[in-house]
């Protein structure tokens, strides 16, 4: 089974090549394509991505789930691997999931880490271990049969935030699920920046407001207006 690495970008510049090396590096040789699919943006990434070796697309939606729609359309791999352009999979990654994918599993994630050393990054990740959907993000990225995927007709493109909540539950539902005892490598900029616990603590808001009902407008609006 081939391996269709595909990662969105918007803006990222500044990590795209080291996450294209890095899978390259990590991978053992499963890895059929890498495809960037990019929402317009304004650096380098495109450049950068290009010179990197992966093969890019320019997709004229924009949103995270469309843009990994639109790649996992294109992929040719038997496996389709989402994963963002700030975050590193584990060592020997794609032997990972073709190892749980021979176990009869449809889909998966791995767990989490943060290229930061604090205790509450520490504590945070911690709770990705359990298989609880509530701890189930994108970050952990998502690899899961192109059949599958299909079938259940992708992400939901009205969602601007929570798209990887939304559809793990869905893939749950109807198909088995596995959570690897290996951890991605996700950037920690983003809590350095706003801080540790304002930015959990809006994190955490958003996801109670999304289970309620609360319009994915009202969500976007709360996350531009409190992190930078």
């Known amino acids: 089974m081939s391996i269709s690495v595909i990662i969105p970008t918007f803006n990222e510049g500044d990590s795209i090549t080291q996450t294209i090396e890095t899978v390259r590096r990590y991978s053992n040789d499963h890895i ?16 950068k991505a290009n010179a990197a070796g992966a093969s890019i697309i320019e997709s004229s939606k924009k ?43 449809q889909a998966g994630c791995f767990q989490l880490a943060f290229d930061y050393d604090h205790f509450l990054l520490r504590f945070y990740s911690w709770f990705t271990r359990f298989d609880i959907d509530l ?71 958003i996801l109670l407001l999304y289970y309620i009902g609360v319009d994915q407008n009202k969500l976007m609006a709360i996350y531009k207006q409190f992190i930078n």
Not at 32 to 47: F, K, N, P, R
Not at 75 to 86: P, Q, V
Not at 158 to 181: C, G, P, T, Y
Request: proline share 2%; aromatic share 10%.
């Open 32 to 47: 059929q394509e890498i495809l960037v699919v990019d929402g317009g943006s304004a650096d380098q990434t495109l450049e």
């Open 63 to 105: 949103g995270r789930s469309a843009q990994m729609n639109v790649g996992a359309k294109h992929a040719e791999g038997e496996i389709l691997y989402f994963l963002h352009a700030d975050t590193h999979p584990p060592k020997n990654f794609d032997s990972a999931i073709k190892k749980a994918m021979n176990q009869a599993h």
């Open 135 to 205: 701890f189930r993000f994108g970050d952990q990225s998502l690899f899961i049969r192109k059949e599958t995927f299909h079938e259940l007709q992708g992400f939901r493109e009205d969602h601007i935030v929570m798209e990887d909540q939304e559809f793990v539950r869905r893939i749950k539902n109807s198909f088995s699920f596995a959570l690897l005892d290996k951890a991605v490598t996700t950037s920690a900029h983003k809590y350095r920046k706003n801080g540790i616990v304002k930015l959990q603590l809006i994190f955490t808001l």
